[in-house]
T-cell receptor, first 116, second 113 residues
């Protein structure tokens, strides 16, 4: 069975600090996709990034970066120079492809609080 | 206007009542999904639909049913609500293929007393 573990339930840092959110996954599939979503205090889920199992290149988007390592089954998310607006719950998710529909398996989420 | 809408946004009901949560989308996607979110558990899939004629159970379908009335509409029903169905419910849509991100509605907060 597929599983996603976000061991950090809550993280609190001071603004401008760097912070890394961990994500470890389990799957027997050779082809799979990993996602990160953000859930700000307003409640909606916002897509941040997608990564497929064949692409281990790290990605940077502004202050956000993602480190995908198949050897350790991890897909970690780093925010550099954090800001108060980064405060949210962050979810890592793994896709289970069933005939083209994407059954997402979510981690438990990490609540990130950035203090001014 | 939002691409994925859910009604109602908040609902309080009593044990044993029938409840319907509705989801509409203007993205033109075939795939639609219902999830529930509980504190400390993340989101769990209840039902998903490939298209109007194809509906499938997810991880936690017991106690729930769905109806896909049209490509744009996907409803979730609780036939006889119970307190442990108190949760935040999300509808989502996507294009076909496991590589496509899902677009989520704003959520419905359901409380069963």
């Amino acid at each position: 069975a597929q599983k996603v573990t976000q061991a950090q339930t809550e993280i609190s840092v001071v603004e401008k600090e760097d912070v890394t959110l961990d994500c470890v996954y389990e799957t027997r599939d050779t082809t799979y996709y990993l996602f990160w979503y953000k859930q700000p205090p307003s409640g909606e889920l916002v897509f941040l990034i997608r990564r497929n199992s064949f692409d281990e290149q790290n990605e940077i988007s502004g202050r956000y970066s993602w480190n995908f390592q198949k050897s350790t089954s991890s897909f970690n998310f780093t925010i550099t120079a954090s800001q108060v607006v980064d405060s949210a719950v962050y979810f890592c998710a793994l896709s289970d492809n069933v005939q083209g529909a994407q059954k997402l398996v979510f981690g438990q989420g990490t609540r990130l609080t950035i203090n001014p | 206007d939002a691409d994925v809408t859910q009604t109602p946004r908040n609902r309080i009901t009593k044990t044993g009542k029938r409840i319907m949560l509705e989801c509409s989308q203007t993205k033109g996607h075939d795939r639609m999904y219902w999830y529930r979110q509980d504190p400390g558990l993340g989101l769990r899939l209840i039902y998903y639909s490939f298209d109007v004629k194809d509906i499938n159970k997810g991880e936690i379908s017991d106690g729930y049913s769905v109806s896909r009335q049209a490509q744009a509409k996907f409803s979730l029903s609780l036939e006889s609500a119970i307190p442990n169905q108190t949760a935040l419910y999300f509808c989502a849509t996507s294009e076909g293929g496991s590589y496509n991100e899902q677009f989520f509605g704003p959520g419905t907060r359901l409380t069963v007393l």
